[in-house]
Nanobody
């Protein structure tokens, strides 16, 4: 049974940093497509950063230059380093695991349809 667990959320002030971590258990092959999504109250879930099976990385425009996604050496872990945080980054952040996929487009990598397994989320709150 595949299980996705996020950690690392918290509260910071504008300009601060946080690092989110995700561990996927129950997977037999390590290099699945994975991604971070977020959902703020009253808004749709948004793809923040994704990485495909070839380790090609995709970011939504609003986080480029501020967020860095990386896959761990164990390949079943995914991190999101967030810097220069803004109040607009406040949301529940979710980690998701998809299938083995190479050559994903931005729309595919940052869209929810590519991902089957989801964590329960970790809250990030940025105060002004």
């Amino acid at each position: 049974q595949v299980r996705v667990v996020e950690s690392g959320g918290g509260s910071v002030q504008t300009g601060g940093s946080l690092r989110l971590s995700c561990v996927v258990s129950g997977s037999e092959q390590p290099n699945y497509a994975m991604a971070w999504f977020r959902q703020a109250p009253g808004k749709e879930r948004e793809g923040v950063a994704g990485i495909d099976s070839g380790d090609i990385i995709h970011y939504t425009d609003s986080v480029k230059g501020r967020f860095t996604v990386s896959r761990g050496n164990a390949k079943n872990t995914l991190s999101l380093q967030m810097s220069s945080l803004k109040p607009d980054d406040t949301a529940m952040y979710y980690c998701a695991r998809g299938s083995l996929r190479w050559g994903m487009t931005d729309i595919q990598a940052l869209g929810p349809d590519a991902y089957t397994f989801w964590g329960q989320g970790t809250q990030v709150t940025v105060s002004s």
